[in-house]
């Protein structure tokens, strides 16, 4: 049976919050802190073995600086239930939590980043979702031929 080609997606931090040399050095990390239904919803859309570019984001200037692996699923968010987080939830229960995430293994920074700017010159809106103006979503689905053609120009990892 031939194996299922792995989805991508986009998936946004602010570096100053969580970035790609943290995530480097720590190796995986829980995609933790979402709050949003329909991002959260895409999480529970993804498979193992799915990948995820590294989005920094509200940053000058904000883009594509890696890449990473899905390695598990349907985690519970720990934060909901800290009440000294800044994802903490108080209507969200330990025994029906509304909020889960996912872990990632880090794969890759890139020699080059991919700016937004550049992607706005490259890419459609239907191509690459994150460029659609007032899109605020943490985690987006990216097509397959998007993937690629991204992969194919920031191949390189530092």
Not at 39 to 47: G, V
Not at 107 to 125: A, H, P, V
Request: net charge positive; glycine share 6%.
């Amino acid at each position: 049976m031939a194996q299922q080609e792995p989805s991508y997606w986009l998936m946004k931090s602010e570096p100053d919050v969580y970035g790609i040399s943290q995530l480097k050095k720590e190796s995986t990390t829980l995609w933790d802190g979402i709050r949003n239904y329909q991002a959260r919803n895409y999480m529970r859309t993804m498979a193992i073995g799915d990948k995820a570019f590294f989005y920094h984001s509200n940053c000058k200037p904000p883009g594509i600086v890696g890449i990473m692996e899905i390695i598990k699923l349907g985690l519970i968010d720990p934060t909901q239930f800290d009440p000294k987080s800044n994802y903490y939830d108080p209507k969200s229960l330990k025994e029906k939590p509304r909020w889960d995430c996912v872990e990632l293994k880090y794969l890759g920074r890139f020699s080059e980043m991919l700016s937004l700017e550049e992607m706005r010159s490259i890419y459609t809106q239907e191509e690459l979702p994150v460029i659609r103006k007032g899109n605020r979503l943490s985690i987006l689905p990216i097509p397959t031929k998007t993937a690629k053609d991204i992969l194919k120009r920031l191949g390189k990892f530092s």
